[in-house]
Nanobody
């Protein structure tokens, strides 16, 4: 089992920045892929960004050029730096990790990000 602890959400004005963090603990040897998903009210959960242990990344088109995912393997932590935030980025953001396929089997509790116009 893997436990995930997220932090960093909050309220920010449009154009502002936030950084999300997610620390993994437990059976971390099984983790290759770490990522962030988000779910806005009335919408399906969607991939925001993901990164492998080797550093390969992929991003949703809506966030390319504004968000950056990174990880510190020594600290078992994945980060999401969110810049130039827009009101449409408002959602609950979930950390997700697993061996390979997306999404992985382990989810964080979610952290609210609200962007005001």
């Amino acid at each position: 089992q893997v436990q995930l602890a997220e932090s960093g959400g909050g309220l920010v004005q449009a154009g502002g920045s936030l950084r999300l963090s997610c620390v993994a603990s437990g059976s971390i040897h099984s983790i290759n892929r770490m990522g962030w998903y988000r779910q806005a009210p009335g919408k399906q959960r969607e991939l925001v960004a993901a990164i492998t242990r080797g550093g390969s990344t992929n991003y949703a088109d809506a966030v390319k050029g504004r968000f950056t995912i990174s990880r510190d393997n020594a600290k078992n932590t994945v980060y999401l730096q969110m810049n130039r935030l827009k009101p449409e980025d408002t959602a609950v953001y979930y950390c997700n990790v697993g061996p390979s396929v997306a999404p992985g089997p382990y989810w964080g509790q979610g952290t609210q990000v609200t962007v005001s116009s």
